[in-house]
Every structure is written in structure tokens, then in C-alpha cells.
T-cell receptor
Framework: GAVVSQHPSRVICKSGTSVKIECRSL??????MFWYRQFPKKSLMLMATSNEGSKATYEQGVEKDKFLINHASLTLSTLTVTSAHPEDSSFYICSAGQGTRDYGYTFGSGTRLTVV | DAKTTQPPSMDCAEGRAANLPCNHS???????VYWYRQIHSQGPQYIIH???NNETNEMASLIITEDRKSSTLILPHATLRDTAVYYC??????????????FGGGTRLMVKP
């Protein structure tokens, strides 16, 4: 089945630094990947849609200059949280879609970001 | 995409069937019902989906009412590992990889020994 690998699973960084999260589709090519954020006891909120070879589409209220998304290949999308602050601490999850699969998307295991 | 309504939480005894309801009264003709679950601190996991017929796979059964305004996810023999948040999502068929999933509040299922 489709597998999406997300790395790292946990990261702690200092306020003001940047953190990169990788999302890889291991056994299929993903023209589109999605990045979600989830705060404790809350549902997943879509941040942006990442399209291979083009600019990401951000949801309203998500700062594109703060959350940099790069989808340079059909198997890799990265999310970089720039100049991280404690309020950016959250659970970040990616998912990948495959045009020929009809049962939905595969999600990564998530990245727990803690900014201190 | 149509809005869904789910109870915020449910309990189930281990070994018993867990029946998770979902209301989607504004569902349109081309929209499917998808179920995902999220175990604590993990990414969501696909369970099952259907259009109008009942569906069954190795994980669960999906019962959709005739008018398609509601559905029930059935875990036939719940185990402690089924404790998770279950999301019911209604949307057009995901054969277009460019369409994202919108998550509601889900139902927090607690399976108890």
C-alpha cells in the first residue's frame, strides 16, 4: 500500500531558529501533498497545498513567508518553519494524494514541534 | 463539501461492536462518505469509504442510509487499539489528487477493558 514517510517525528528548537520537516511518498509519485497543523485536542487544519514544480497554495491566515513549502520532486515535499516562536509549537502532518487511488490520501506519522 | 456532525465522544467495551454515527444531511449526489481515524500522536489512517451501498473491509463496515443523510461506521469487535478519534468526511470522489480533505471534530472513541 501507499506509504508516506515524515521526518523528523519530534523536534525541539529554540525560538528564532528555523526547522525543516520532510514528507516523502515511498512507493508512489505524489503530484500533490497537503500540510496540516493540529493543536492539542483539536482537529487537523489544512495549512497549504503543495504542488510539484509550482508554488504552494496557502489557506487563509497562514503566512507563506513563515511556512515555506517546497515540492521539488514527485516524492518529496518540505515544510520549513522559519523564525519559529513558541506559538508555532504544534503537531504538523503531511498527506499525499495519488491520482489513480480512489480510497483517499495517505498521511505521514506527523512531526511534533516544540519551540522553546 | 457537505458538513458532517458526529458525537464528540463515545465509549465501547472491549470485544463489543462499536457503532459510530455520522450525520451528513446536505450530502450531494456525487459525494462519498469517507472514514479516517487518528490514534494519539499519529497521522490519520484511512478506514473505509462508500457512496450509497454498504461497504465492508478488513477493518470495518460502513452502513449508509437509503437517503444518504447519515451513516454508521461499525467496528465489529473493538479492541483497546481501536481507541482513537474517528473522522467522518464527505466529499467528491478523490480521483483528483488535487482535492484536500477537510476534517471536522470527529468522535473520540474510548475502548475500555
Amino acid at each position: 500500500g501507499a506509504v508516506v514517510s515524515q521526518h523528523p517525528s519530534r523536534v525541539i528548537c529554540k525560538s528564532g531558529t528555523s526547522v525543516k520537516i520532510e514528507c516523502r511518498s515511498l512507493d508512489f509519485q505524489a503530484t500533490t501533498m497537503f500540510w496540516y497543523r493540529q493543536f492539542p485536542k483539536k482537529s487537523l487544519m489544512l495549512m497549504a497545498t503543495s504542488n510539484e514544480g509550482s508554488k504552494a497554495t496557502y489557506e487563509q491566515g497562514v503566512e507563506k513567508d513563515k511556512f515555506l513549502i517546497n515540492h521539488a520532486s514527485l516524492t518529496l515535499s518540505t515544510l520549513t518553519v522559519t523564525s519559529a516562536h513558541p506559538e508555532d509549537s504544534s503537531f504538523y502532518i503531511c498527506s499525499a494524494g495519488q491520482g489513480t487511488r480512489d480510497y483517499g490520501y495517505t498521511f505521514g506519522s506527523g512531526t511534533r514541534l516544540t519551540v522553546v | 463539501d457537505a458538513k458532517t456532525t458526529q458525537p464528540p465522544s463515545m465509549d465501547c467495551a472491549e470485544g463489543r461492536a462499536a457503532n459510530l454515527p455520522c450525520n451528513h444531511s446536505t450530502i450531494s449526489g456525487n459525494e462519498y462518505v469517507y472514514w479516517y481515524r487518528q490514534i494519539h500522536s499519529q497521522g490519520p489512517q484511512y478506514i473505509i469509504h462508500g457512496l450509497k451501498n454498504n461497504e465492508t473491509n478488513e477493518m470495518a463496515s460502513l452502513i449508509i442510509t437509503e437517503d444518504r443523510k447519515s451513516s454508521t461506521l461499525i467496528l465489529p469487535h473493538a479492541t483497546l487499539r481501536d481507541t482513537a478519534v474517528y473522522y467522518c468526511i464527505v466529499r467528491a470522489h478523490l480521483n483528483n489528487a488535487g482535492n484536500m480533505l477537510t476534517f471536522g471534530g470527529g468522535t473520540r472513541l474510548m475502548v475500555k477493558p
